[in-house]
């Protein structure tokens, strides 16, 4: 069945919908997105990714083409049209169509484009229950990964390396320390305790990190916000990783060392179950 998508204040069929290839977003990668997790046909933290947008445009001296009350307003649409029930909501925004030229151009119009993608089985990933598997690799990518920009390259490179070791995702590191996940922030648990790095533009100030911090924290769970190497990775407890599409997923193995018993952990486990229990509470 053909999806209704949003483009530039229109719903159209998908295959109806169009963007200029003097877009900048195909030209340059000259665009922000987010992505937000929908269960039950509601939208799982929306205001945290509608602020996240705002500060990503404003990093780049981007308008937003739209209030954001008209943001949740076309979310709610396209999960309704597209009777999504488990899935996500993809929303990006570029700088627009203009003659190609490395300046940013005056007075052009943003695109902005949002398409739903239905994803069953969302909240009882039978993954959650095996955990991943995760290599490292060299962070390669530009400096400013607090900025969610569409220039996705590297972490794609990052997967199919993960993908072509049989495993599942990479872990990238940077100066001997991990930065986050090639599309995901990371978690290791030593003795009851959780250490994940510290906000800075080394990493995207994920929206689920916020929120599991919050819940671990309000769970008298013990967060410790610093760098990690991978070697101090190997010898943890458990680990996990946390985005809007895994929520919390169990890392088991990192370079092939099995994670404590090699299943995943109890932290992980609970900590998924908290936020979505706690997620669904607030979604709309
Ligand atoms: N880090 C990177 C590099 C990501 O691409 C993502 C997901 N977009 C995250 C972290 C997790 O962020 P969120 O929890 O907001 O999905």
Same mark, same amino acid.
């Given at each position: 069945?053909?999806?209704?998508?949003?483009?530039?204040?229109e719903?159209?069929?998908?295959e109806?919908?169009?963007?200029?290839?003097? /877009?900048?977003?195909f030209?340059?990668?000259?665009?922000?997105?987010?992505?937000?997790s929908?269960?039950?046909?509601?939208?799982?933290?929306?205001?945290?990714?509608?602020?996240?947008?705002a500060?990503?445009?404003s990093?780049l001296?981007m308008?937003?083409?739209?209030?954001?009350?008209?943001?949740?307003?076309?979310?709610r649409?396209? #999960?309704s049209?597209?009777?999504? /029930?488990?899935g996500?909501?993809y929303l990006?925004?570029? @700088?627009?169509?203009?003659?190609?030229?490395?300046?940013?151009?005056?007075?052009?119009?943003?695109t902005?484009?949002?398409f739903?993608?239905?994803?069953?089985?969302?909240?009882?990933?039978?993954?959650?229950?095996v955990?991943?598997?995760?290599?490292?690799?060299?962070?390669?990518?530009?400096?400013?990964r /607090?900025?969610?920009t569409?220039?996705?390259?590297?972490?794609?490179?990052?997967?199919?390396?993960?993908?072509?070791?049989g495993?599942d995702?990479?872990?990238l590191?940077?100066?001997?320390? #991990?930065?986050?996940?090639?599309?995901?922030n990371a978690y290791?648990v030593?003795g009851?305790k959780?250490?994940?790095?510290e906000?800075?533009?080394?990493?995207?100030?994920g929206i689920t @990190?916020?929120a599991?911090? @919050?819940?671990a924290?309000?769970?008298?769970?013990?967060?410790?916000e @610093?760098?990690?190497?991978?070697?101090?990775?190997?010898?943890a407890?458990?680990?996990?990783i946390?985005?809007a599409?895994?929520?919390?997923?169990? #890392?088991?193995?990192?370079?092939?060392?099995?994670?404590?018993?090699?299943?995943?952990g109890p932290?992980a486990r609970?900590?998924?179950?908290?936020?979505?229990?706690?997620?669904?509470?607030?979604?709309?």
């Amino acid at each position: 069945m053909s999806r209704t998508v949003f483009v530039n204040g229109e719903y159209l069929p998908e295959e109806e919908a169009k963007v200029s290839i003097f /877009d900048r977003g195909f030209l340059f990668a000259d665009g922000v997105y987010e992505v937000t997790s929908v269960i039950g046909g509601k939208l799982l933290d929306f205001a945290g990714h509608a602020k996240r947008l705002a500060r990503s445009l404003s990093e780049l001296e981007m308008d937003s083409p739209v209030t954001e009350d008209e943001l949740l307003a076309i979310h709610r649409e396209l #999960v309704s049209v597209n009777e999504i /029930d488990e899935g996500l909501v993809y929303l990006q925004i570029t @700088r627009g169509a203009a003659d190609r030229d490395f300046a940013y151009p005056k007075d052009t119009a943003p695109t902005i484009v949002l398409f739903t993608q239905a994803k069953p089985g969302l909240r009882d990933n039978p993954a959650a229950s095996v955990g991943l598997k995760v290599i490292s690799i060299e962070d390669q990518r530009w400096a400013r990964r /607090d900025i969610k920009t569409v220039q996705l390259l590297y972490p794609s490179m990052g997967k199919m390396a993960a993908k072509k070791a049989g495993a599942d995702d990479a872990w990238l590191v940077e100066d001997g320390h #991990v930065t986050e996940g090639t599309s995901n922030n990371a978690y290791i648990v030593k003795g009851g305790k959780i250490i994940t790095r510290e906000l800075s533009s080394d990493i995207l100030h994920g929206i689920t @990190r916020a929120a599991v911090l @919050r819940f671990a924290k309000e769970a008298q769970m013990v967060v410790e916000e @610093r760098p990690f190497t991978i070697e101090e990775a190997k010898q943890a407890d458990e680990a996990f990783i946390t985005s809007a599409s895994t929520f919390v997923m169990p #890392v088991v193995s990192i370079d092939e060392t099995p994670l404590g018993d090699g299943a995943p952990g109890p932290v992980a486990r609970r900590l998924r179950e908290i936020y979505l229990d706690e997620s669904l509470k607030t979604a709309i």
